[in-house]
Structures are given as C-alpha cells and as structure tokens.
C-alpha cells in the first residue's frame, strides 16, 4: 500500500507549531493507522508519543554533550564477560538512581584499570536519561578550575555550580597531594553538597589514605567523615577491563583504501573546565 501523501497546508501547519519533524514519520504513521483501521484518538496519541520520544532522545543527546562524559561508556556497551567483581545489589542500588533523590553519594574504588570510570560515567549518562544535571570531571582538572577561579574573581560563581549540579562525578580522587588552599576547596564542596545533591568519586585509593592527601589534617577529617558517610561503596577488584577496550586489527574488517576524514562534529567545551 503506498505511503499518503502530505498535503503542503499541513506541512505548513505542523511546521508553524514547531512539529515539523513529525513529518519524517507522519506518511508511515498514517499508513498503519489505515491498515490497522485506529481510532483517531489512538492514532493521535501515537504520533505524539512519536514527538515526545524524539525530545527526550534530543535532550538527553545535548545534555550528554555538556557534561564531559564519554559517549561509549555505558551500561549496554559494559562487557559482562570482564573478569571483575563487584557486589551486584550495591551496583542495581545506584542504577536505580534512587541515591540522587535521596542526596546520597557513591564511591567507586579498586585498582588501576577494572572500570571505575566507566561505571562511574555509565550512571552519569543513566541519570541524564533521567533528567538530572550531570557533570563529570577528573579531579585535577577540577581543582585546576578552582585555582584559576582565584585569579579573575570568579571562584564563587564556579563553586556555585559544583556544589549546585544534581550529580557531581570526580574521577581519579586523591591520586596527589593537594595544597591549603585545594585542600579548602574539597572541604567546601564536600560540606556544601552533604545532604542536598550526589557526588560519585572514583579513586585507587581507600579513604583512609585520602587523610595523607590533604594539607591540613583537620579539613580532611571533616570532609572525608562527611562524605563517607553519605556514600555506598562499590568495590571492583580482578584484571584490568582496559584490555577489553584495546583496539585489535580483524580480518574481516579491513583497513579502506583511502584515509578516512574527519567527520563533522558538534562543539563541545573543553573538559577541563568542568
């Protein structure tokens, strides 16, 4: 049965009220609902359903854009054969997202290389889905925004977004020392967040060791029994789950014969803002 064809006058009308992509699967949404003999309710309800299903998939692309995520790292593209462990009711706990209603944080430890950043960054792309403000950044880069916040009086409005954001996510916590006034810096954004938005830090290190990082002892008490104590731990031990990312030549998929070009890509800000 051939496809109906779209009057000009209800292009122009769907267009007007900003439903113009409706036309990509208008043709086809009319055809089921000739054959299917729909209701006109029925058959309006699903185009709409149509319209508010693109939106979403629009807005959770744009806002993954700016929240510093890797695109590839989630949870359909996690390799469930990785030989790592991890307690699963802890994981299913986080996946639910329940923790960012209730103001909870998560931490995310085990060594070098078994996928604490790419969970990590697989609830962030989850809670985006979702509707929460995502923001992922490594902990150097943040600290290093912080400290140039000092120079051109900005440091309040930065702070202000950190400690602001529904889902803050630190990556690669406490791997060096900080100094007073970063050590001030964590304990600020730790105390201004306990209780009123989530943060997930991933870290090689327990918290214990985290003490040794800061200058001043006081502060890292305080803030690292502030933020422990709000936090569920995921603990992934085994063999480093970067091996299963490293890129591999097959023979089924040869190399083309000319080099490939730079496709075109959207602007996204530098990462080391965030």
Excluded at 202 to 214: G, H, K
């Amino acid at each position: 049965m051939k496809a109906p064809v779209i009057s000009s006058e209800l292009r122009g009308a769907l267009k007007h009220l900003k439903l113009g992509k409706l036309l990509d699967v208008l043709p086809d949404r009319l055809l089921l609902a000739k054959q299917q003999d729909m209701l006109r309710e029925d058959f309006l309800l699903l185009l709409l359903q149509d319209e508010i299903s693109r939106r979403e998939s629009t807005a959770t692309e744009h806002h993954t854009h700016s929240t510093y995520l890797e695109p590839d790292m989630t949870f359909e593209r996690w390799d469930g054969n990785a030989k790592v462990s991890l307690d699963p009711r802890v994981l299913n706990e986080l996946r639910s997202l329940r923790f960012i209603g209730q103001h909870k944080n998560a931490l995310v430890l085990g060594p070098v290389g078994v996928g604490k950043t790419f969970i990590a960054s697989a609830l962030g792309h989850l809670a985006c889905r979702h509707r929460y403000q995502v923001l992922f950044t490594r902990a150097d880069d943040m600290l290093r925004r912080l400290r140039q916040s000092r120079f051109d009086n900005s440091r309040e409005n930065v702070m202000a977004e950190l400690v602001s954001i529904d889902l803050l996510i630190i990556d690669d916590f406490a791997l060096e020392p900080m100094n007073r006034d970063e050590s001030r810096d964590i304990y600020q954004l730790f105390v201004e967040r306990t209780g009123r938005a989530s943060t997930i830090i991933t870290s090689n290190r327990d918290t214990a060791e985290w003490i040794a990082t800061f200058e001043d002892v006081l502060l890292a008490q305080s803030a690292v029994d502030r933020f422990v104590n709000a936090a569920y731990d995921l603990v992934i031990e085994g063999q480093s789950y970067r091996t299963r990312l490293k890129p591999t030549v097959s023979q089924g998929d040869p190399p083309p014969a000319h080099p490939v070009t730079k496709p075109d890509q959207p602007i996204r800000r530098r990462r080391a803002r965030g």
